[in-house]
C-alpha cells in the first residue's frame, strides 16, 4: 500500500511499544523513513526505546478511558499506519482468574482495537493510503480462554474492516503470530521451557512478515510455517476432535501465543 503524505515521511503510531513485538515494529519502521509515535504504559520501558528514533512518545494505559481517549484523538490527528500490539495474558486458567482482569485484558484487545481504528481510518480513507496492523493470535482459531476468544474477535474484525478499506487503498490486516521470542511469557508469569525450540519464531521476523502481507492488502498475516500449519489444523480438524485436544492438552496448548 502506499503511505507517503508529505516530504518528511509517513507517520505511524505503534501500541505496546516498550518491548516485544511493538518494540520490533518501531525499529523496523524506523528503519523505512516513519515518524514514529510510541504508546505504552511503561515510561521507562517506552523512553528506552524512543531514545533510540527520536519518537513522539505517549504513556498511556488503554484500559484507562482518560488514556484510550488521549491516543484516540492523536489517531484523529492522521497517522499513516496504526498497529495495535497492545495486549497481555493471564497466568491463571479462566474460571481462576478474577473477572476484573478478564474484564481488562477484553477491553484492550477488543474495545481498545476498534475504538483506536475507527479514530485512524477516516483520514486514511480520505487520502486513499495507509493502514492498520492489529495483532491477533494463531490462538484465536482454538476454543481455549477469554484471550482467545477476544483474539479470534481481532482477526474476524480486521477482515470484516478489510473489505470496507481495500477499495480506498486502504488496508487492515491481522497478524496472528505464535510462540515469538519476547518477555510476554515472562509478565504474564508463564512458564515456557517445555515448548520445542522450532516452534519459536523472533520478532523481527514476524514484524517483516507483517509488513509484507499489509503492503500486499492481505487481510490475515500468519509468520512461519510453524503457525501456518496450526492454522490449519485448527480448520481442517473436526471440532469436536479440537475441543478434545484443547481439553487434554493441559495449560499451556500448542497454539498458546507469545510476543
Not at 482518560?66 to 497481555?88: T, W, Y
Not at 477491553?107 to 486514511?124: F, K
Not at 476468544?149 to 474492516?161: D, H, L, Q, Y
Not at 500486499?216 to 489444523?233: E, M, Y
Request: charged share 20%; net charge positive; hydrophobic share 45%.
Amino acid at each position: 500500500m502506499s503511505e507517503e503524505r508529505s516530504a518528511s515521511g509517513p507517520t505511524a503510531l505503534v501500541t505496546g511499544a516498550g518491548s516485544g513485538i511493538g518494540a520490533a515494529f518501531a525499529r523496523a519502521l524506523a528503519g523505512e523513513g516513519y515518524r514514529l509515535v510510541l504508546v505504552d504504559r511503561d515510561e521507562a520501558r517506552l523512553k528506552a526505546v524512543a531514545g533510540e528514533f527520536g519518537a513522539e512518545t505517549v504513556v498511556a494505559d488503554l484500559t484507562a478511558e482518560a488514556d484510550l481517549a488521549r491516543v484516540e484523538a492523536r489517531c484523529r490527528e492522521g497517522v499513516d499506519l496504526l498497529v495495535n500490539n497492545a495486549g497481555f495474558g493471564h497466568p491463571t486458567e479462566f474460571l481462576a482468574t478474577p473477572v476484573e482482569a478478564e474484564i481488562a485484558m477484553a477491553r484492550l484487545h477488543m474495545e481498545v482495537v476498534l475504538r483506536l481504528t475507527l479514530a485512524a481510518l477516516p483520514s486514511m480513507m480520505e487520502r486513499r493510503s495507509g493502514g492498520v496492523i492489529n495483532l491477533a493470535s494463531v490462538l484465536g482459531f482454538f476454543p481455549s480462554s477469554t484471550y482467545s476468544a477476544s483474539k479470534s474477535w481481532v482477526a474476524n474484525f480486521s477482515r470484516s474492516a478489510a473489505r470496507s478499506t481495500l477499495p480506498a487503498n486502504v488496508a487492515v490486516t491481522a497478524l496472528c503470530p505464535g510462540f515469538t521470542r519476547t518477555a510476554f511469557h515472562d509478565s504474564a508469569g508463564m512458564d515456557m521451557t517445555g515448548i520445542p525450540r522450532f516452534l519459536w519464531l523472533d520478532a523481527d521476523t514476524v514484524v517483516a512478515t507483517a509488513l509484507r502481507d499489509w503492503r500486499r492488502g492481505r487481510s490475515l498475516s500468519i509468520p512461519g510455517w510453524q503457525n501456518k500449519t496450526i492454522v490449519a489444523l485448527a480448520r481442517l480438524l473436526p471440532m469436536r476432535l479440537v475441543d478434545r485436544i484443547m481439553t487434554t492438552s493441559g495449560k499451556r496448548p500448542l497454539a498458546v501465543r507469545a510476543r
